[in-house]
Nanobody
Framework: QVQLTESGGGTVQAGGSLTLSCAAS????????MGWFRQAPGKEREFVAS????????TYGDFVQGRFTISRDSGRIAVNLQMTGLLPEDTATYYC?????????????WGQGTPVIVSP
């Protein structure tokens, strides 16, 4: 059974940095991509960033504007999300997700979420 385990969330002041990590366990050989979404209270879940294992391509949501970097944790089926220049509006629960080969655009597995709180 696939499991995504997130870590690294917490509280930081505006302008600060945090790095989130997500490690996958279980049958991961068909993983095509991993990424991050976030959901703030009262808002819909939105796409943050993704990384494809085959092409090593990174994609980001429009709001990121160069502040975040997603990367693969070398040697593991895991990704990190380095966040800099954090703003209070970045406060949300951040969810790790994974998608399988052959299902373009779909996300099949989700983590439990890790909270990020950015104080003014």
């Amino acid at each position: 059974q696939v499991q995504l385990t997130e870590s690294g969330g917490g509280t930081v002041q505006a302008g600060g940095s945090l790095t989130l990590s997500c490690a996958a366990s279980g049958p991961t050989r068909n993983f095509y991509k991993m990424g991050w979404f976030r959901q703030a209270p009262g808002k819909e879940r939105e796409f943050v960033a993704s990384f494809t294992f085959s092409g090593r391509e990174s994609t980001y949501g429009d709001f990121v504007q160069g502040r975040f970097t997603i990367s693969r944790d070398s040697g593991r089926i895991a990704v990190n999300l380095q966040m800099t220049g954090l703003l209070p509006e970045d406060t949300a629960t951040y969810y790790c997700a994974a998608g399988l080969r052959g299902s373009a655009g779909a996300w099949h597995y989700w983590g439990q979420g890790t909270p990020v709180i950015v104080s003014p």
